[in-house]
């Protein structure tokens, strides 16, 4: 079987010792250099081109919910951690009776005996799936729905995995505490949590100066959402702003930047793309933030309007 091979970043330094493995089983096998920003992101292109007969994605579970032209087959990496070095996390929550628990895939197959070990230490511990994190407390940078849902019925939500970029997308009012499984340190992340969302109010409002817009369109199997793009220059031309509809596989700030005729850019691919503002050097929406500023728009010519029939 001719097969493509396909790594995060974090695991492409297994790819060679993998490759050599799938040979050794008979396959002919090659090995995606692309960049990989998570599981949304499928090498379709370079398996198309090489015709392959199956991607073997690593690192992820399966997050692509429509068929495929090309079969994928998700391997997803383990990351043992000791789990009683969670005791570190207790005198963080002490207070808190019911904790949600979250984590990422790497972690997930340990989830059961992390949960067991704060119930060992009087915790009621409470964890749901997301839409796309498929997997009893899992997080991912776009989905911490499965947190959502807990809230209203915990007193604080546990992280358990390694730099800031999951827990950051649990955006809930209760306490947010996040234990670093590779240096052991355990910090409350809530300034952070509303830090990001400070920075996308800002975004709005200086986008409420803005009359040119691009609007960003990804061609990653994962990412692609056209209709949210179409509806985007709809709205935004129904307001006599002037748009258009950018494509590509990588919607990378300093290409973008080349266009220099669009003064704020709509994201409809990864929703994180937001957090990096300042690579971008004009404000970066969402389409929740797009639903915002049209909102502010349209209560401002309300106004307008208003003022116009008294005057």
């Given amino acids: 079987m001719k097969i493509l091979l396909q790594f995060p970043e974090g695991l ?18 090659f090995l995606s250099a692309s960049p990989c920003y998570g599981a949304c992101d499928i090498a379709l292109d370079e398996a198309r081109w090489l015709k ?38 207790l005198p963080h929550i ?16 340990q989830f059961e005996e992390m949960k067991k070990f704060f119930e060992n230490n009087g915790k009621i511990v409470l964890a749901e799936s997301g839409y796309w994190a498929t997997k009893p407390g899992q997080v991912l ?15 604080a939500i546990v992280f358990i995995g390694n730099g800031m970029f999951h827990p950051l997308a649990i955006d809930v009012k209760k306490p947010v505490i996040m234990y670093n499984v590779y240096d052991g340190s ?10 990001l969302k400070k920075k996308r109010k800002a975004a709005i409002l200086k986008a409420l100066n803005c009359k040119k817009f691009g609007i960003m369109v ?10 949210q793009a179409n ?12 748009c258009a509809i950018l494509a590509a596989n990588e919607l990378e ?7 220099m005729t669009f003064d704020c850019f709509v994201n409809t691919a990864c929703p994180r793309m937001v957090d990096d503002q300042d690579e971008f050097g004009k404000p970066l929406l969402n389409i929740d933030m797009l639903r915002e500023l049209l909102e502010i728009i349209d209560g401002q010519k309300l106004i307008q309007n208003q003022r116009a029939d008294f005057s």
């Fill in 12 to 29: 492409k330094q297994k790819g060679f010792e993998l490759a050599k493995k799938y040979e050794s089983e008979g396959h002919e096998v």
């Fill in 52 to 89: 392959v007969d199956k991607i073997v994605h690593f690192g992820h579970n399966k997050f692509v919910k429509n068929d495929l032209p090309i079969p994928v087959e998700y391997v997803e990496y383990y990351i043992d951690i000791d789990v009683k070095k969670l005791a570190s996390v």
């Fill in 94 to 109: 002490k207070e808190f009776t019911k904790i949600g628990l979250s984590t990422t895939v790497q972690h997930s197959h």
């Fill in 141 to 155: 940078g776009c989905d911490a729905i499965g947190m959502q849902k807990v809230e209203g019925k915990v007193d």
């Fill in 186 to 195: 355990v910090k409350r992340v809530n300034e952070e949590i509303a830090l």
């Fill in 218 to 227: 990804s061609t990653k199997v994962g990412q692609f959402n056209l209709a």
């Fill in 231 to 242: 509806w985007a220059k709809k709205e935004l031309q129904k307001r006599d702003l002037e």
């Fill in 253 to 259: 700030p300093i290409t973008l930047n080349n266009f």
